[in-house]
């Protein structure tokens, strides 16, 4: 090869060279500019239908997304979750308003007491028949005559004004229960109108931890259904427990609501699980019932979840006549109702 054609072939390749060079020096400097992907962040709580006056809250944009702790970050100590399902509009509690006589709530009425109407011909009617023709019960009726008291009314007179659940309305209850934060919230479910709304939210009682069992619990995740042979203790009241006779206060409290059958990923049969009081110790000193509220947030029961008696009181006068769904879930992030899956 002749030193002029050597001259431009070595030129040529340098040239090639130092453009290569520039290119990956460039494409480097570029990828070092360019920001890490953020992290991936796990969805907040969301409900089925958040609405006020039927305005549809908007799910939270990614900036506004939280990161959500460990499910059983709060096993040891139960905490207060705040609900994700609008209750009743303008109402401090939800729960309130059914109770309330003129409640603008859907699922009830006001109605008058008269003792003689259409559909008792017979004989004048009592709140007991008032209670059976709305299916309403009679300790609901109680607390709306009264202002949220469990006791009879001394006197009805024709006239006097309760609420009932409506008739001519499809709808049903939903008990949510957090396995990790000893919960329970109380809903109704318009399915319908796939309408949601939050009542109320109450401390409870769990199984004990249990590793051998699906859940982690001797209380199995799923979702069950209510059943209607629901029972209300009185004092000396006697009944069989684990092969022996005892006083049913002394185990289930007051009121007993028995799980009935098994809907939907159940880890066991809903057969012998309830929901039901704290237990009740007869004291030395005068041999009355008091009640244990000691065990309300922990994982103490044998797989019942248990409340406190005002509270079982409460939940027993709304959910014992009507259709009601448990879903018991290790976390209420996990609630298939929650999350708009049902």
């Known amino acids: 090869m002749s030193l002029p054609k050597l001259f431009l072939t070595v030129s040529v ?47 939270p944009t990614r900036s506004q997304q939280t990161e959500l702790p460990s499910p059983m970050a709060s096993a040891t100590e139960p905490t207060e979750e705040r ?89 049903r209850f939903h008990l949510v229960v957090s396995l990790s934060s000893c919960r329970i919230r109380l809903y109704y479910v318009i399915p319908q109108e796939r309408r949601v709304v939050f009542l109320k939210s109450y401390p409870v009682c769990v199984g004990r931890k249990d590793p051998s069992h699906a859940s982690g619990f001797l209380t199995p995740v799923g979702m069950f259904q209510l059943g209607s042979r629901v029972a209300v203790f009185r004092p000396k009241m006697m009944g069989m427990y684990k092969g022996r006779q005892i006083e049913l206060m002394q185990v289930f409290g007051s009121h007993w609501i028995p799980f009935e059958k098994e809907i939907e990923g159940c880890s066991e049969p809903a057969k012998g699980f309830g929901i039901h009081g704290t237990p009740m110790i007869r004291t030395e000193a005068d041999g009355d019932l008091q009640e244990d509220n000691s065990s309300i947030g922990h994982f103490e029961s044998d797989g019942c979840i248990r409340l406190t008696g005002k509270d079982i009181k409460e939940l027993f006068s709304v959910v014992s006549t009507r259709t009601t769904y448990v879903e018991v879930v290790p976390t209420f992030q996990q609630s298939k109702l929650l999350r708009g899956e049902i």
């Open 83 to 171: 609900p994700v399902v609008i209750e009743h509009d303008a109402e401090p509690e939800g729960l309130g308003a059914i109770f309330s006589k003129g409640s603008v709530c859907p699922i009830v009425e006001t109605i008058s007491y008269k003792s003689h109407v259409l559909w008792k011909r017979h004989r004048p009617a009592w709140l007991i028949d008032y209670a059976n023709y709305y299916k309403t019960p009679l300790d609901f009726i109680y607390r709306s005559l009264t202002g949220n008291s469990d006791t009879a009314p001394p006197t009805v007179a024709d006239g006097m004004q309760f609420n009932v659940f409506r008739k001519d309305l499809d709808f």
């Open 13 to 59: 390749a340098l040239f090639v060279i130092i453009g290569m060079l520039a290119l990956m020096k460039r494409s480097g400097a570029e990828k070092q500019a360019s920001p890490p992907s953020p992290p991936v962040q796990q969805e907040v709580e969301l409900s089925l239908l958040t609405r006020t006056h039927d305005v549809v809250r908007q799910a």
